[in-house]
């Protein structure tokens, strides 16, 4: 069963826009929740990760909205640029230290 | 950043040998590591955590005989596939933590299993 539902599934972004994936959980023990980027062949890598005490983190381009309310985090990516397709993975688990349940991915390319 | 290697990042076998993937946290004692397998083009799911000195505990499906894994110091965890088949055809992947608080989970290279 997928704790965590992610879309959309692929996206295609011109250059300079904004990126934007969502992901829903149901488990309301979860308090942590990453974003990861994925090139192809490659191992997962942390982009920003986010605890329900925010609303909201900022790193350079990159953002995750948090509603706890509405069991819904999203990652946007600001000036999108080509370097940036790859596949995006939203995350949950009940701590940093818990095995992450992982989104189905969102397969982004940013045209030139 | 922490880094995690995982040997060999890519492995041919024959149908029926067994193959042993390496994960290593390089600057970091890892207190738990997981594993991951990922078909292409799907998502990782989860296939075991594994904690220093103590059995691993897998997942609903995964057969603990089939996929052993060891995770003898804090710096090392190995993951074996047994008489391995070609639908164990996949990539895997490990991720190490290293707690006291530590926020991040840090994920290897992947290896890339192919059984003919």
């Known amino acids: 069963q997928q704790q965590v539902k992610q879309s959309p599934q692929s996206l295609i972004v011109q250059k300079g826009g904004i990126s934007i994936i969502n992901c829903a959980y149901e488990?309301?023990?979860?308090?942590?929740f990453p974003w990861y980027q994925q090139f192809p062949g490659k191992g997962p890598a942390l982009l920003i990760a986010?605890?329900?005490?925010?609303s909201e983190k900022k790193e350079g381009r990159f953002t995750i909205s948090f509603n706890k309310s509405a069991k819904q985090f999203s990652l946007h990516i600001m000036d999108s640029q080509p370097g940036d397709s790859a596949t995006y993975f939203c995350?949950?688990?009940?701590?940093?230290?818990?095995?992450?349940?992982f989104g189905k991915g969102t397969s982004l390319l940013v045209t030139p | 950043g922490a880094v995690v290697s995982q040997h060999p990042s890519w492995v041919i076998c024959k149908s029926g040998t067994s193959v042993k993937i390496e994960c290593r946290s390089l600057d970091f004692q890892a207190t738990t590591m997981f594993w991951y397998r990922q078909f292409p083009k799907q998502s990782l799911m989860l296939m075991a955590t594994s904690n220093e000195g103590s059995k691993a505990t897998y997942e609903q499906g995964v057969e603990k005989d089939k996929f052993l894994i060891n995770h003898a110091s804090l710096t090392l965890s190995t993951l074996t596939v047994t008489s391995a088949h070609p639908e164990d055809s996949s990539f895997y992947i490990c991720s190490a933590h290293h707690g006291q608080g530590a926020d991040t989970q840090y994920f290897g290279p992947g290896t890339r299993l192919t059984v003919l």
């Open positions: 995350a949950a688990s009940k701590n940093s230290g818990y095995a992450l349940n």
């Open positions: 488990n309301t023990a979860f308090d942590y």
């Open positions: 986010i605890r329900p005490d925010v």
